[in-house]
């Protein structure tokens, strides 16, 4: 069965506007998650990393202040993209991390952004 | 820049053939690597993952990984047209983020009736 969830599957939102994607583990607790961004034809790129309890940690070019990270509990990670713009646009996955010892990493089924 | 690198493809194969896809990566301290198929539109499924030289099965998926070579490889055996898909190979960027896993372009499996 599924071991991470996301919702909304699909948006599409207005230019400027901020919508907020989140993120569930089903089955167990996740102390750590990633957010991951697909561009059409182009590989997974990890946006940030989602810590429980503390603040998110962002690669290198990814603004903290357009995509809000919220890890409030062990099962929630929301990531919000505000102020939207149409290069924004892009499929966003979450991945739960599900052992340090193996690195095993299950994906959400993704949302897909489209900013108008 | 620690780097996984994959054949873009498309791979074409005919049903009940085997396919062959491969990966090589750049850091050679990496331990560990993962097969990911990710259908079009769809986010990426875990299918394999190996730690050790040599090859671990799993029904009809074989990953074979040579870390001489700096090599790793999914063959899958009596291939479906189901299994077209894109394949990532992926291994876990230790110096980074906690974890997270650095991924190939991916290659992209046609398999065809």
């Known amino acids: 069965g599924a071991v991470v969830s996301q919702h909304p599957s699909w948006v599409i939102c207005k230019s400027g506007t901020s919508v907020k994607i989140e993120c569930r583990s089903l089955?167990?607790?996740?102390?750590?998650m990633f957010w991951y961004r697909q561009f059409p034809k182009q590989s997974l790129m990890l946006m940030a990393t989602s810590n429980e309890g503390s603040k998110a940690t962002y690669e290198q070019g990814v603004e903290k202040d357009k995509f809000l990270i919220n890890h409030a509990s062990l099962t929630l990670s929301t990531l919000t993209v505000t102020s939207a713009h149409p290069e924004d646009s892009s499929f966003y996955i979450c991945?739960?991390?599900?052992?340090?010892?193996?690195?095993?990493?299950?994906f959400g089924p993704g949302t897909r952004l489209t900013v108008t | 820049q620690k780097e996984v690198e994959q054949n873009s493809g498309p791979l074409s194969v005919p049903e009940g053939a085997i396919a062959s896809l491969n990966c090589t990566y750049s850091d050679r301290g990496s331990q560990s690597f993962f097969w990911y198929r990710q259908y079009s539109g769809k986010s990426p499924e875990l299918i394999m993952f190996?730690?050790?030289?040599g090859d671990k099965e799993d029904g009809r998926f074989t990953a074979q990984l040579n870390k001489a070579s700096q090599y790793v490889s999914l063959l899958i055996r009596d291939s479906q047209p189901s299994d077209s898909a894109t394949y990532l190979c992926?291994?876990?960027?230790?110096?980074?983020?906690?974890?997270?896993?650095?991924f190939g372009k991916g290659t992209k499996l046609s398999v065809k009736p």
């Open positions: 089955d167990f607790q996740a102390t750590t």
């Open positions: 190996i730690y050790s030289n």
């Open positions: 992926a291994s876990p960027n230790y110096g980074g983020s906690q974890g997270n896993l650095i």
């Open positions: 991945s739960v991390f599900r052992s340090r010892e193996s690195y095993e990493q299950y």
